[in-house]
């Protein structure tokens, strides 16, 4: 069973930092806006409105150029902060990438990059609230640290449970799970990227 996702932009959240980071890995990786949307399997005209900080993207579509761009999600939302700076992120401020009702909600708490790029997101999940994916970029590293509950994580054909504490790294270039006990639960999820070539 696979939950509806839907993007929340937050009012609060400016735009700016999305379009920026599509046409800034766009050029990266040498690709036209024709290229980018072709490879991506969306208009030429959702990348060209998305790079002139108009519209509302879906989950998929961001998935779609996260994917052909070969960066993390959340590297689309990140803001850079530059050397010396520190950036303070509290989870109530963190911006929700993904959603579904109050069973899954993934806030973004950082991104950055180094060889290949990480993501860091909090993950919490309602009482019984079940999350499959099927699975990231190819070559993504996730590290799930439970924080707190009785949570199922991992492949979808061998789960783990884990306990306050505990932490499962794994492939998620492949399907994977997100299953809470009864009293629900929160992770902490560092996915991490190959670098591009």
Request: charged share 35%.
């Given at each position: 069973m696979f939950c509806t996702i839907t993007v929340i932009m937050n009012e609060d959240q400016p735009v700016s930092p999305l379009a920026d980071n599509i046409r800034k890995w766009r050029e990266r990786r040498g690709l036209s806006v024709s290229a980018l949307a072709r490879e991506a399997g969306i208009s030429k005209s959702t990348v060209s409105e998305l790079e002139r900080g108009n519209g509302n993207p879906s989950l998929d579509t961001l998935w779609s150029l996260a994917r052909t761009l070969n960066v993390p999600l959340g590297g689309l939302f990140a803001v850079a902060v530059g050397a010396g700076d520190s950036e303070l992120r509290r989870l109530v401020?963190?911006?929700v990438i993904a959603r579904s009702g109050d069973d899954f909600i993934a806030q973004l708490m950082a991104s950055w990059q180094g060889a290949g790029e990480v993501e860091v997101s909090v993950v919490t999940l309602a009482p019984n609230a079940e999350r499959n994916s099927r699975g990231n970029a190819p070559g993504v590293v996730e590290r799930a640290l439970c924080a707190d509950g009785i949570i199922e994580v991992g492949p979808a054909d061998k789960p783990v449970v884990l306990t306050p504490g505990d932490m499962?790294?794994?492939?998620?270039?492949?399907?994977?799970?997100?299953?809470?006990?009864?009293?629900?639960g929160r992770l902490f999820v560092v996915q991490q990227y190959p670098p591009a070539i």
């Open positions: 401020d963190a911006p499962l790294t794994f492939r998620a270039d492949q399907p994977h799970i997100y299953r809470a006990r009864e009293d629900g």
